[in-house]
């Protein structure tokens, strides 16, 4: 069965501030996301730490200081978008994969309580089940 993809509001907010800030950044992580809407394979990739692609994505990681809440998530790197970094989130039992934020590499996610409750509750709020 194939995965859901989606892009939480959250994330949709941290699209046009990255426009703002990088119009070619945004532009390319645009174009990735409508390529990894269409294709399995990419949506996959989104979760998968052991994933290369030189055409996308640079590496996945486990995004740990939500893994520590118990919020299955990763920070994806791209290819050609080297400071900037979605973070993605996965439901295996409900086979859905969605876009929960995009944040700038200088960001101070653990030091940033807003950014990552909004996480957590878009997180929630799609009834994603804590581990």
Sequence with gaps: MRYQFFITAGAQEDMRQCAKADR??????AVFLREVEA?????????????YHEDGIQSVE?????????????????VNVGVWRIISAVDHRGKRVGIFGV??????YQKDVKYCQRIADEYDGHNFPRY
């Design 24 to 29: 070619r950044a945004a532009a390319d992580i």
């Design 39 to 51: 294709d399995i394979v990419w949506c996959e990739a989104l979760i998968d730490t052991s994933v």
């Design 62 to 78: 486990l995004f740990a200081f939500m893994q520590d809440q118990r919020i299955n998530a990763y920070r994806v790197r791209l």
């Design 103 to 108: 944040m700038h590499r200088k960001q101070e």
